[in-house]
């Protein structure tokens, strides 16, 4: 199968590409930078520079290698407004039109559990896909409006788009967007103190290894059974992750300025994975297991 990724050299686009292509697919990464990300650490991927903003760049792209399989991971959080909007509105949409001129079998992009704003809008229990988004800020309005015009190009073109609403994903490098539960892991991991606004301040945790592993399974699927699916994940107060590290550093330094207050500052963080975890037979690892690896990779000072 061939695999085109927008967005290829990001975060999660770099294990998404690097998933694919030890899954013996033809993947060509596309990013706005050259990155030499893959072919010096023996990846077999292809990389392109494409802006996904540029409408004819991503025609090119993929009228040149006719993917049968693209996934969108391009997305831009904290920037401008006008940046942001390029990039997550106009270049989703680029993508979705010319992968319907070309003949593209699947898209696959990453949405959010942004959409589903704060926890207490949905009460203390685990929000499924049949839940109404309440998106409370533009990077979570963005995906909203992606989804939407998913819902269009299915409904009007027939077009197969699978929209996976991902959590709160750690590796060392994660640099925008919720953080603190990896530096939480990553700071004492390398002898650094770390505080913390609010002990109870929960997080839908799930490594990026299992999101990509994730993104993986369902682009291998043309038309997967459903349009959203929630990557799920452990929900953790970072109380209780500061406890995991301990338990691995006892000298962890780890603190926080009040014990209680979090709740009001925690976006959603409960989420029902059954419908992916049915449909593709995915089981997380349990997240003691994840914080082990991560103290291992940042005392070596990486991959990220």
Wanted: charged residues 25%; aromatic residues 8%; hydrophobic residues 40%.
């Amino acid at each position: 199968m061939k695999v085109l990724v927008f967005g290829g050299a990001g975060f999660i686009g770099r294990r998404v590409v690097r998933a694919m292509a030890l899954d013996g697919h033809e993947v060509v990464s596309c990013d706005v930078e050259a990155t030499d990300h893959f072919n010096s650490h023996g990846i077999d991927a292809k990389e392109l520079t494409v802006d996904i903003s540029d409408y004819a760049a991503v025609l090119d792209a993929m009228q040149t290698h006719r993917p049968s399989t693209v996934i969108n991971m391009a997305y831009m959080r904290e920037t401008t407004p006008h940046a942001a909007m390029k990039v997550n509105v106009l270049g989703m949409d680029n993508c979705f039109e010319a992968a319907r001129l070309s003949g593209v079998r699947h898209v696959v992009f990453a949405s959010s559990i942004a959409v589903n704003g704060r926890q207490a809008q949905y009460g203390d229990r685990a929000i499924t896909e049949d839940d109404p988004p309440c998106p409370t800020y533009q990077y979570a309005v963005h995906k909203v409006f992606n989804e939407w015009q998913a819902k269009e190009y299915r409904d009007k073109h027939g077009l197969a788009v699978t929209s996976i609403r991902v959590g709160h994903a750690a590796a060392p490098g994660k640099l925008v967007g919720a953080v603190d539960h990896v530096q939480c892991i990553t700071g004492p991991a390398t002898g650094q103190a770390v505080r913390f606004p609010f002990k109870d301040k929960r997080r839908c945790v799930i490594h990026v290894d299992d999101v990509a592993e994730i993104f993986r399974r369902v682009a291998l699927k043309d038309r997967p059974d459903h349009p959203v699916y929630y990557t799920g994940g452990q929900t953790l107060s970072l109380g209780e992750l500061a406890d995991m590290v301990r338990a691995r550093i006892p000298a962890a330094d780890i603190s926080f300025d009040a014990e209680t207050g979090g709740d009001a500052h925690s976006v959603a963080y409960r989420f029902d994975n059954t419908r992916l975890c049915r449909e593709f037979g995915m089981v997380l690892p349990p997240y003691e297991d994840r914080v082990d690896l991560l103290i291992e990779i940042a005392r070596l000072g990486g991959p990220s």
